[in-house]
């Protein structure tokens, strides 16, 4: 299983597997009606007929073909030496939707937009500390690197937050009311790293509180943004049941407020860096095999924490600051409550450490 938003790559990285495997490779794309069609016949037989001679089959954009999840199945239990690559712009129909057929049955991959660590082996520490403004600002969607002109960008990332990203779930989920979810996106856009009042959200869009947690849910199935719930082990005052959202990739963000400013022009440079950290850091985890959970920490009574990142039965408490500063000290209650928790500052003089620039 291959996940990630729409236009991450992953069709450009199934297209070289099988150029490189040539005529070992059924290449089938989910959301074509005739693959639909032909595997909406679920029977041992016809897939025996569709697979023969063929090694690896690959399935692309499979969330568009009904009951994937049990056409799936019925393939990997009952033709042996074959290897399925399942690519998917949401995690619908291939887990939600059907039971967990797969369960025990597969590997799963995120992609993300290019991460900073996959670019240290084709760029010098002089063009990564220039381009860090513009990953900031337009983020890293494989697509941008061929754009040069910054209006060629800004148009790039608004037709993507417009055609692309909520298709999943206009599709799929049968929503209509997509203006609702783009007026959803906007505001957790300007409350990135803020906690979200989800009867807040549904007061200032007139709809009820289920709906906006279903709807949150669903976002994050597209893998448009992602919550950091808050963390607690053994103090009352600590603040577990709000969360705080996060878009997996800047430019997506700033195209839902509309604003490509350079960083001297801003006041949400806070944010931008807040939200790339994190971003980064999870994805530096995920290609590593770092398997780390993330939370964020605050009491009732304001001392608060951006990023608890738990692996291996270790915190890892991680502040995100802009500017270096000396200043930065762990919060009282939480060197009390958790002592053995290493603290640190990321800022731009040392965040390459941290997300394997």
């Keep these: 299983m291959l996940y990630g938003s729409r236009r991450t790559g992953k069709t450009t990285i199934i297209r070289h597997l099988a150029d490189k495997y040539g005529k070992d490779v059924l290449l089938l794309?989910?959301?074509?009606?005739?693959?639909s069609m032909s595997l909406a016949q679920r029977t041992v037989a016809?897939?025996?007929r569709l697979t023969k001679g063929k090694k690896i089959i690959v399935i692309d954009e499979a969330q568009a073909v009904p009951d994937i999840g049990m056409v799936l199945k019925v393939m990997i239990d009952n033709?042996?030496?074959i290897t399925i690559i399942a690519t998917g712009s949401s995690s619908f129909d291939l887990v939600n939707k059907t039971g967990e057929p797969l369960v025990g049955r597969n590997l799963v991959y995120q992609l993300y937009p290019i991460a900073q660590c996959e670019l240290k082996d084709y760029e010098d520490h002089i063009t990564t500390t220039r381009n860090l403004e513009?990953?900031?600002?337009y983020g890293s969607y494989p697509e941008l690197w061929q754009l040069e002109d910054a209006d060629e960008q800004q148009t790039y990332l608004q037709q993507l937050v417009n055609s692309y990203l909520l298709k999943d779930l206009l599709i799929l989920e049968n929503i209509k009311g997509a203006d609702v979810l783009y007026k959803l996106l906007q505001m957790l856009a300007h409350q990135v790293g803020s906690q979200v009042s989800t009867v807040e959200l549904g007061n200032r869009l007139q709809i009820n509180k289920l709906t906006v947690e279903r709807y949150l849910d669903l976002l994050t199935k597209v893998f448009v943004i992602y919550p950091l719930s808050g963390y607690s082990s053994n103090l009352r005052k600590e603040v577990t049941k709000s969360k705080k959202w996060y878009f997996y990739d800047n430019g997506i963000r700033n195209a839902l407020i509309n604003n490509f400013d350079a960083l001297h022009k801003r006041n949400d440079i806070g944010q931008l860096w807040e939200q790339y950290v994190m971003s980064e850091r999870m994805k530096y985890n995920a290609y590593r095999k770092h398997k780390a959970q993330y939370y964020f920490w605050r009491t009732y009574d304001g001392q608060?924490?951006?990023?608890?990142?738990?692996?291996n039965g270790k915190i890892q408490a991680i502040e995100c600051k802009w500017?270096?500063?000396k200043k930065v000290k762990v919060p009282a209650a939480f060197e009390k409550a958790y002592p053995d928790a290493d603290f640190n500052v990321i800022d731009k003089n040392n965040y390459l450490d941290w997300i394997g620039g």
């Design 29 to 35: 794309q989910g959301e074509d009606m005739d693959v």
């Design 46 to 48: 016809n897939y025996k």
């Design 134 to 137: 513009q990953r900031l600002i």
């Design 323 to 325: 500017q270096s500063s």
């Design 79 to 81: 033709i042996h030496d």
């Design 304 to 311: 608060e924490i951006d990023l608890l990142e738990l692996k």
